[in-house]
């Protein structure tokens, strides 16, 4: 089976390490109050004279910009952070602040403007010979030809990357991983061959595992669920389905580690394992054992649903709370009025209490009904989808649409992309993205969910923003979809 991977994954996971975790709050919130703590850093800075911590500051704006989908304003002050630190001397720095805008231009499809960069990375290369800015300008050259499936120049690039990576003293100090590098080099030998290297394949897995445990990184078992999900498809290459089976188990409990930590991440990649599984039964005949899975990954597919639901009920319940607790403090500040307007201020208190409760009643009715209806439209598409799915019948893409697109509309309304990701969700052309996966192997509900932002052109950013996951598990669903229908692979 070939499988195609998205080089997103392989240029976010070596540089910056994406885990699995969820925070207590959105990725999106977390962004933004980021920015606004460096941006008033910058602005203190304003006046003082360059320095390299004044170029620091630039650099994580623009990164962080980046995230929230501000693309012009990140590559603006990633420009400026490059010429601060090229009139420092710091050519290294430098180099990765290039790293970085490659990363942003490449995620948005911007091949024109990621090229030229790469030409001045290569030229910043020539000039210092640092460890540092020769491993920026061969990963993004390892990206480079990777993205255009140039397999002896892709794993040549991917060598030196990693000869450079080792000769780096403070990979932390970059937000370096090792074993990420090694990981994607593994799966230059199981993408780009049509029969893949499995040797070579199973050399860097092992560096990859080894580095992990002596580098003791922060996302030790995101790496490992990785590791070991490549060890299991490097067992079914060589039909030795029982380690295949006992590797995927491993992963299965990994994931279980960090289930309470990131529950709404573990169920995409829990439902992937299910598939591998059921693939896998069946192909050995053991049809009650795929039956098995194949009702988990019903299970895990309807409490993916669950989930959403819920998050929009949460929404309305959070609105009701601030709504009392705005009445509250309304009532508090009443109190601290002087006693000389105690009688003018009472009569104002009261009938400002009478219109505040007859807005709130009204406002708590809206409410209900608002979370009434939700509940009851996600109730009803839920039954539908599952119905269909249980007839064996073709998923309605216009209610996935339309289920997609509730979803955008939930979003907070200072959403940089809410607007233009709604218009391009509007503007898909169905019956073109049906065509473009009526060959592709069984899909789940949830495959066309992200294959429709996808086709979109939906960023992963932006993507995991609507789903309430991590960027990383996007990565993760559009390698794993590719690795099972490499028909489809024009939606990429």
Known sequence: MKRILSIWLVLILAAFGETMRADSISPTDYNR????SIGRMI????????SKEKAHNFRNYAYTADKLGMTKEAQEYAQRAYDMYISLGEPSWASLCLYERCIAYHSIGDTLHMKVLLDELQSLAKQDTSALTQYNYYSILFAWYMSHEAREQAEEAGRRSIAYMEQIENLKAYDILPAWNYYNQALVYDLLYDSPQTDSIAHYLDLAEQSTRIEKEVDYQEVMISINDLRAWLYYYKKEYVRAERQMMQVLALIDTIAQVSPATVITERGEAYAFLVMLYQEQGRFSEALHYQQLLTENDQERYSIERQRVLDDVQTKYEVAQKELALEKERSRSHTLRLLLIIGVLVLVAVV???????????????ELYAKALEAENIHNELVKLRANNAVEPLEVLREGLL???DELPARTPFKTEARRRMQELNLSVFKQMIVDAAELSVMDKRYLMCFAAGLT???????????????????????KKNGSIRGLF
């Open 355 to 369: 219109a505040a409760m007859t807005a709130i009643w009204y406002r708590k009715k809206r409410t209900e009904e």
């Open 460 to 482: 992963a950013e932006q993507t995991a923003d609507i789903f309430c996951i991590s960027p990383a598990s996007v990565y993760t669903v559009r390698y794993r979809i590719k």
């Open 406 to 408: 509730r979803q955008i």
């Open 43 to 50: 602005k203190q800075s304003e006046n003082a004279p360059a």
């Open 33 to 36: 109050y980021a920015l606004d």
